[in-house]
């Protein structure tokens, strides 16, 4: 059974940061791009950020270039979000998800599965 379980979310103020992270298992987690999904209340889910199966190719969507990183440790089965100069227009739940298509078709297209965890709060508000 495919499990991915988010955690590191928070409340932060503007400008903070915060870790998230996904421990993935039910799967093969280094045969499998990844990708974080975010959905704000009222708002429909929007990738967020993608990275290859060997880690050494990511995506951003262009809100969060240059705020944000995307990592995985293949040997731990754990995928990471780290976010900087957090802003309020980021609030939102966060999902790790395993990708449908390569991550290279993210920023254009639908790429990720349905298949999602409970997901982690992410509040940035003064």
């Known amino acids: 059974e495919v499990q991915l379980v988010e955690s590191g979310g928070g409340m932060v103020q503007p400008g903070g940061s915060l870790r998230l992270s996904c421990a993935a298992s039910g799967f093969t987690f280094d045969s499998v791009d990844m990708s974080w999904v975010r959905q704000a209340p009222g708002k429909g889910p929007e990738w967020v950020s993608g990275i290859n199966r060997g880690g050494d190719s990511t995506y951003y969507t262009d809100s969060v270039k240059g705020r944000f990183t995307i990592s995985r440790d293949n040997a731990k089965s754990t995928l990471y979000l780290l976010m900087n100069s957090l802003k309020p227009e980021v609030t939102a739940l966060y999902y790790c998800?395993?990708?449908?298509?390569?991550?290279?078709?993210?920023?254009?297209?639908?790429?990720?599965?349905?298949?999602w965890g409970q997901g982690t709060q992410v509040t940035v508000s003064s």
């Open positions: 998800t395993r990708n449908a298509l390569p991550v290279e078709f993210c920023p254009v297209t639908n790429c990720y599965e349905g298949h």
